[in-house]
């Protein structure tokens, strides 16, 4: 392991954390901030339930199809590079978002931003582990995923607040600071690569290119069928979706460098972890969703009471993640992460409660406070034990899996939940009660996954997985052990 890499307390890897979590925490924050300017985005711009998916969907689509490609560019191309040219788009497409003049301009705002955000979120992680020392690693990759965890709980809250007090276009204009102050920080960063990613053979591309059309096929069929019928151009592209993702398995396992090693799944606590991911992060990306929307369009919160109302589960995410993860690591993710989707689905369930005429206190705040509690019961076991379930050399694309995962489970479940509960409202009209059966179905998802987790992951954390000689692929996502393969450079400073 080189010996110029940071300890976690020096002042250098403090900057080298902030640059990181700034910039992907912008990214982070834009999944869920757009949630409660919804409603305000419609009354101005237009249209109905589907265009409302479309404006969270589509960030959601291309962040989710190209994470993998994100890591694997910064690998080959310099990972300070790809994620500075993440920033930069990522701060153009905000600018296009919030200048938009319609719904439909928005949309395309929107899934250029999710380009921008794939490249960011892998960089990051691969940034963190270039340059801090490897006993350090584990902590370090705690904090960057807290922090953006509470960057992410904190979008509604921002969201709501800057709807009121400005208007829903600041939403994305406040990403333009944010993003100039990182594009500032990246400057004192050294540029780092793994040069054998090169020799594994060429780009993916063609698995970049299938996964892409797969999601986006299936995403436009199960948002546009629903409400505007099954025409011959949604089911070709249901069609064509479902082929696309059909072919990217049997590509992957032909492929040089896959961006997804199909051996990573021999492993059966991994395959289990991204199983409960799935569940996981489908039912709160789906009930976040129409949370926000049911608290102002059925209950007449404005989007500054509906960020509050749930900011308590942001407070507890903020005191009891990091500890969570700490006790993972001594004692093994098996409780927590069987526990924790249970309570996070009895919260689900309490959210059924909130109706119109039902207060805050004895409605809403049970509710958001349970959900809170089995959050943070969750997470940080979640990413140990996809970290803990493969060899060590596979660790990055095996947690870039992890993460792609957990986007593309609140990708379909925005397109999927309002659909499954039979909800069709217009802009700005009350989600009724297919509102109660969507929290159901999303409370029943979660306690899926802690069955799924109680059933595959073992109590122990560290598990070695089946080993996946010529398919390993440099980081996708948090944290690539460069002690096993060269590195440009790896300090923060820039020094080597």
Known sequence: MPTDRLALGSTRARWLLAVTVLGSGIAFLDSTVVNVALPA???????????????????????????????????????????????????????????????????????????????????????????????????????????SGVTSALGPFIGGWLVDAVSWRWVFFINLPLAGVALVMTRRLAESSDPTSRERGRFDAVGAVLVTLGLAGVIYALIEGPSRGWRPTTVGAAAVGIAALIAFPLVEARVAAP????????????????????????????????????????????????GLATLPTTVI?????????????????????????????????????????????????????????????????????????VAERHVGVASGVNNAISRMAGLLAVAVLPLAAGLD????????????????IAAGVAVLGGLVALATVRAAAPVEAHPLPGVYQACQHPCTRTSERPVAASGADGSR
């Open 41 to 147: 985005i419609g009354r101005e711009l237009g249209g109905g339930l589907a265009e409302q998916q479309w404006v969270l969907d589509g960030y959601l689509l291309t962040l989710s199809a190209l994470l993998l490609a994100g890591g694997a560019a910064g690998d080959r191309y310099g990972r300070r590079r790809v994620f500075t040219g993440g920033l930069v788009l990522f701060t153009v497409a905000s600018l296009g978002c919030g200048l938009a003049p319609s719904a439909h301009t928005l949309i395309i705002a929107r899934l250029v931003q999710g380009v921008g955000a794939a490249a960011l979120v892998p960089g990051s992680l691969a940034l963190i582990d270039a340059g801090i020392r490897e006993e350090d690693r584990g902590r370090a990759v705690g904090l960057w995923a807290g922090m």
């Open 259 to 306: 961006l997804l090693p199909p051996g990573l799944f021999r492993s059966r606590q991994f395959t289990g972890a991204n199983l409960t991911t799935l569940a996981v992060y489908a039912a709160m990306g789906g009930a976040l969703f129409l949370l926000a929307l049911q608290l102002q369009q059925s209950l007449g919160y404005s989007a500054l009471d509906a």
């Open 317 to 389: 995410m903020l005191l009891a993640s990091p500890r969570m993860g700490a006790v993972a690591q001594r004692t093994g993710p098996r409780l927590p992460m069987t526990a924790g989707p249970l309570v996070a689905g009895a919260g689900l369930a309490l959210m059924a409660r909130i109706v119109p005429g039902a207060g805050y206190p004895e409605a809403v705040l049970p509710a958001v406070v349970v959900f809170g509690i089995g959050l943070s019961l969750t997470v940080a076991p979640l990413t140990t034990t996809v970290l803990a379930s």
């Open 425 to 440: 409202a217009g802009a700005g009209q009350p989600l009724g009660p297919g509102f109660p059966r969507a929290m159901y």
